[in-house]
């Protein structure tokens, strides 16, 4: 199974910019899929994931109130809506995929990984 993530891209400060992110086996059954990012010389950071039981979403506090994860679970289809991005939200934005349980913004708990998609904000 691969994740395909789609939408970086250069943006300026205060734009907006979504993120796709699809899974390339249509019969694959995650339980959770998530956002991370990652900066040069950062470690990997926990952004938003959206649990397909009861589509539960979650949001790390430094983008909560500007970024909303959405997803629908049969199209193995997630979205991360970016909105008054900073020049800190430059990041490589990866998309995860799990299939069991785990610590929702633990990296580890996730066992599928697409390459990632740059996103740059300039001031």
């Given at each position: ?52 039981s ?51 913004r ?18």
């Amino acid at each position: 199974v691969q994740l395909q993530a789609f939408g970086g891209g250069l943006v300026q400060a205060g734009d907006s910019l979504t993120l796709s992110c699809v899974a390339s086996t249509r019969t694959f059954r995650s339980v959770r899929m998530a956002w991370f990012r990652q900066s040069p010389g950062e470690e990997r950071e926990f952004v938003a994931a959206i649990s397909w039981s009861g589509i539960n979403t979650y949001e790390s506090d430094s983008v909560n109130g500007r970024f909303t994860i959405s997803g629908d679970a049969a199209k193995n289809t997630i979205y991360l809506r970016m909105s008054s991005l900073k020049v800190d939200d430059t990041a490589v934005y990866y998309c995860a995929a799990a299939t069991i349980y785990g610590p929702i913004r633990h990296f580890r708990s996730y066992g599928y990984w697409g390459r990632g998609t740059l996103v740059t904000v300039s001031s």
